[in-house]
């Protein structure tokens, strides 16, 4: 089996494995926003830059090819100057929501701010402002004021829902997400596009406010609404259940689970 070096660790990987996912299958997390092993590579957050020895600049290990005795280092200080910048950038208009996000404590830019950022920015000049609270469709809100454009909701309508309803658009700074016009978010699968969001972009508009991650706990269990049998996370607070998400199972329901199944059993 070929193998190649990370961080001084020995890696063993098959044929067409990237590197961020021969590295995910030893248990090493690198830092990413836009990639998900159920979508197709994207490679627009650059979070996850890594150095690769006779490479003569950074490369995304989303989409960087593992070989036979490649030397990677993921935590050089390239890297990790690559990161801090990737950070500052996304931090510049990002609004400081944390408090009332309910992403917070499940939030991936929350916890790479802590691990990656500088914790001090050099931006003065007033951020952008956008729309807040966009119902995309009966189950989604969106804020756009919190969307890092990492493109994995749409990939998720185009790929996994089959149904292309969301898109990017205008440039640079003031790009946002749209659905197409005449268009909603409503595909029977919609509300994985909040499970996937790594920010508090996509919220479930049902579970909007009603409490913090931690303050509930999360039960091991099978979506009942039809004979699939998606597996499940049942979430309760004080013998409520306030929200059902997805469970991974590639045999049965992969990372989804339908709208019906959360909302309706």
């Keep these: 089996m070929p193998k190649f070096i990370l961080d001084g660790i020995e890696i063993k990987f098959t044929q067409g494995q990237t590197i961020i996912?021969?590295?995910?299958?030893?248990?090493?997390?690198?830092?990413?926003?836009c990639w998900h092993p159920s979508l197709s590579v994207s490679g627009n957050c650059r979070m996850?830059?890594?150095?690769?020895?006779?490479?003569?600049?950074?490369v995304i290990a989303c989409s960087t090819?593992?070989?036979?005795?490649?030397?990677?280092?993921?935590?050089s200080q390239k890297t990790i100057e690559a990161r801090n910048a990737v950070m500052e950038f996304f931090l510049i208009n990002h609004p400081l929501d944390c408090p009332i996000c309910d992403e917070a404590g499940e939030c991936k830019l929350q916890d790479y701010a802590y691990q990656h950022s500088k914790g001090e920015s050099r931006f003065i000049d007033e951020k952008n402002h956008k729309d807040k609270r966009v119902p995309l469709g009966p189950f989604v809100m969106f804020?756009?004021?919190?969307?890092?454009s990492c493109s994995r909701?749409?990939?998720f309508c185009d790929e996994i829902a089959k149904d292309p309803e969301l898109t990017f658009i205008k440039r640079g700074d003031r790009v946002t997400i749209v659905t197409y016009p005449g268009e909603e978010l409503d595909n029977p699968y919609s509300l994985n596009t909040?499970?996937?969001?790594?920010?508090?972009?996509?919220?479930?508009?049902?579970?909007?406010?009603?409490?913090?991650?931690?303050?509930?706990?999360?039960?091991?269990?099978?979506?009942?609404?039809?004979?699939?049998?998606c597996n499940s996370e049942i979430w309760v607070r004080n013998n409520e259940v306030l929200r059902i998400t997805p469970r991974y199972n590639e045999e049965v329901n992969s990372y989804w689970m339908c709208d019906y199944g959360r909302v309706n059993t």
């Design 194 to 229: 909040t499970d996937i969001c790594p920010v508090g972009a996509l919220t479930n508009r049902d579970f909007r406010f009603q409490a913090r991650v931690w303050d509930m706990s999360a039960t091991k269990s099978i979506c009942f609404g039809c004979s699939r049998g």
């Design 21 to 33: 996912e021969a590295a995910k299958a030893h248990g090493i997390d690198i830092p990413h926003f």
């Design 48 to 58: 996850c830059l890594v150095e690769v020895e006779k490479m003569p600049k950074l």
């Design 143 to 148: 804020d756009a004021e919190r969307c890092i």
């Design 153 to 155: 909701c749409i990939r």
């Design 65 to 75: 090819l593992a070989s036979e005795g490649m030397v990677v280092h993921s935590q």
